[in-house]
């Protein structure tokens, strides 16, 4: 069924920004003497919001842990920031077919600037970071923030496109397709993210937006 709207999470969907996530995790891990982490163990294991993850790694110390992060983050996340194969293509076919917005675990205000930085913010009527709505990734709760400003409602012809499990849980607890881009070789892959589609890449995506924008819609309109 032709969508009525596109959500993309951001991280490993849309952009790399993984040099700076891991700069910043391991400039925290040196400040608290703990192993530091390669980009595999990076991939593998960031996947909640900063306010949901840091506790559970820093105890009561994780607002310490939090301010070194951001310092890190921010003064060098915009260089090291590229597209992900094929995302501007498949950001350009979802727009032939209606409204975008834009849901990550990123802090919003980063969020932000990275879409600003690529000249990609005209591109979505809302970009929904960490922190934005009450609760973050796997919480129905930034989703659904995000089509309230957008002016549609929660259904399976939303598609909430993202490279991980937890996207695809955001997705089903907001009523939304779950839709997987990437086959999730670093989230145990397809039988453990269970997406309602699948795709191998940005472009096989890209290709199928194409297709159903070519299609009419629900009702004929």
């Known amino acids: 069924m032709r969508p009525s709207c596109v959500l993309w999470d951001w991280d490993n969907t849309l952009v790399d920004g993984w040099a700076a996530i891991q700069q910043g995790l391991n400039a925290t891990f040196r400040a608290f003497a703990m192993p530091e982490w390669d980009r595999t163990q990076v991939l ?3 996947r909640r919001s900063l306010r949901d993850s840091f506790p559970d790694l820093f105890g009561d110390q994780w607002e310490r842990a939090r301010d070194i992060f951001y310092t890190e983050v921010r003064a060098c996340h915009l260089d090291v920031l590229n597209p992900m194969p094929g995302a501007a293509e498949a950001i350009a076919a979802a727009a032939t077919i209606g409204p975008q917005g834009v849901v990550s675990n990123k802090q919003g205000p980063l969020l932000r600037a990275e879409a600003a930085h690529l000249g990609w913010s005209g591109h979505f009527g809302t970009l929904v970071g960490a922190g934005d709505a009450p609760a973050d990734k796997p919480d129905a709760a930034p989703l659904l923030m995000a089509l309230a ?65 070519r299609t009419p819609s629900l009702g004929g309109s």
């Open 149 to 213: 400003v957008l002016g549609i409602p929660p259904s399976e012809r939303v598609w909430y496109v993202g490279d991980t499990a937890l996207d695809m849980q955001a997705a089903r607890a907001a009523g939304c397709k779950a839709v997987l881009v990437g086959g999730a070789p670093h989230d145990g892959g397809l039988d453990h993210a269970r997406p309602d589609l699948a795709f191998d890449d940005a472009m096989a995506l890209r290709a199928a937006l194409h297709r159903l924008a």
């Open 44 to 46: 593998g294991n960031v």
